[in-house]
C-alpha cells in the first residue's frame, strides 16, 4: 500500500554533510509520520528524527539534534534528511519507515549506507 525507497548514502568525512531522501508511493495519504531510522552493526536500530507528513512537526534524537534538519518535499512526495557536521559515530545504514497514528512504523525502505570517516 506504501512503498518508500531511501537514497543519498555515502562516504564523507567527518565534519561534512550529506542529503538523504526518502521517496513515497502508494498510498501516501496513509502515512501519518515519516520517520528516520539507523543501525549500526552490532546495534539495535535507534530512532533518528521524524515529520508528519501534512503538519510540518518534527522530532529528532538527542544524538542528531542541531546538527540533522528533516524536512517535507510536497510536490514530490519525499522526506530529506540533512546531514551536518557529521561524526563517525554517524556511521550506519538509514532506513525510513511510516508510521499510522500510534502504531508502530512499518513500510521500510531497503536503506542507505552513511559512513563517516575519521
Known amino acids: 500500500q506504501v512503498q518508500l525507497v531511501e537514497s543519498g548514502g555515502g562516504l564523507v568525512q567527518a565534519g561534512g554533510s550529506l542529503r538523504l531522501s526518502c521517496a513515497a508511493s502508494g498510498r501516501t495519504f496513509s502515512i501519518g509520520r515519516v520517520g528516520w531510522f539507523r543501525q549500526a552493526p552490532g546495534k539495535e536500530r535507534e530512532f533518528v528524527a521524524s515529520?508528519?507528513?501534512?503538519?510540518?512537526?518534527?522530532s529528532y534524537a538527542d544524538s542528531v539534534k542541531g546538527r540533522f534538519t528533516i524536512s517535507r518535499d510536497n510536490a514530490e512526495n519525499t522526506v530529506a534528511l540533512q546531514m551536518d557536521s557529521l561524526k563517525p559515530e554517524d556511521t550506519a545504514v538509514y532506513y525510513c519507515?511510516?508510521?499510522?497514528?500510534?502504531?508502530?512504523?512499518?513500510?521500510w525502505g531497503q536503506g542507505t549506507q552513511v559512513t563517516v570517516s575519521s
Open positions: 515529520i508528519s507528513w501534512s503538519g510540518g512537526s518534527t
Open positions: 519507515g511510516r508510521r499510522r497514528g500510534l502504531s508502530e512504523y512499518d513500510s
